[in-house]
Structures are given as C-alpha cells and as structure tokens.
C-alpha cells in the first residue's frame, strides 16, 4: 500500500533551520506532484509548498524566500529545507502525493520558539 512518512520536526528557536524529509513507498513516486502542508493547533490545514513531476515549485506567500521544496524520485524522497523559522511557522507538517489519486504522511512536528 501507499505510505508517506515524514520525518526531521523538531524544537528549534527562532531564526534556526530545519529539514523535513518525505519518504514514499507503494507509488509510482516520479508521476506524482508532491507538497507539503501545515496545521497549527486550531487552525485548518494549510499549503505550504508544491513540486510537479517535472519540478517545477508554488509556496505560499509565507513561506516564499525562506522554504525550499526538492524531490529526489531515485530515492523516492521529497524534502522541505526550512530557514529563518519564526513562531508562526510551529504547526505539524504533512507531506502529500497527489496523481490519480491523493495520499497523506501522518505528519511531523515543528515547533519554533526559544
């Protein structure tokens, strides 16, 4: 079966760095867009970031210049490189494949503060 499971979320202060990973399996991985999303404690989940089978890349408005989204279809992996995180940015991430049909990571989180 399909399976995404995400992984790098952690505790970081402000202005630091992370790296969340996004392992596929149970997919053909390099027909898939793949994206990340967040969710904040009461609030809806989000779009953070998209990259299209043929890599090309969309991020939010919040994210832009400061994520960076990458896929690696030989090791069926994508990531999302996070820099000058800030508090807002504390949600659990969850990765997304998306082709004929959509399937979700079971999230990973990320928590900014110092």
């Known amino acids: 079966q399909v399976q995404l499971v995400e992984s790098g979320g952690g505790l970081v202060q402000p202005g630091g760095s992370l790296r969340l990973s996004c392992a596929a399996s149970?997919?053909?991985?390099?027909?898939?867009?793949m994206s990340w999303f967040r969710q904040a404690p009461g609030k809806q989940r989000e779009f953070v970031a998209t990259?299209?089978?043929?890599?090309?890349?969309t991020y939010a408005d919040s994210v832009k210049g400061r994520f960076t989204i990458s896929r690696d279809s030989a090791e069926n992996t994508v990531w999302l490189q996070m820099d000058s995180l800030k508090p807002e940015d504390t949600a659990v991430y969850y990765c997304?494949?998306?082709?004929?049909?959509?399937?979700w990571g079971q999230g990973t989180q990320v928590t900014v503060s110092s």
């Open positions: 990259i299209t089978s043929g890599g090309r890349t």
């Open positions: 997304q494949g998306a082709c004929s049909a959509v399937h």
């Open positions: 149970g997919l053909t991985f390099a027909n898939y867009a």
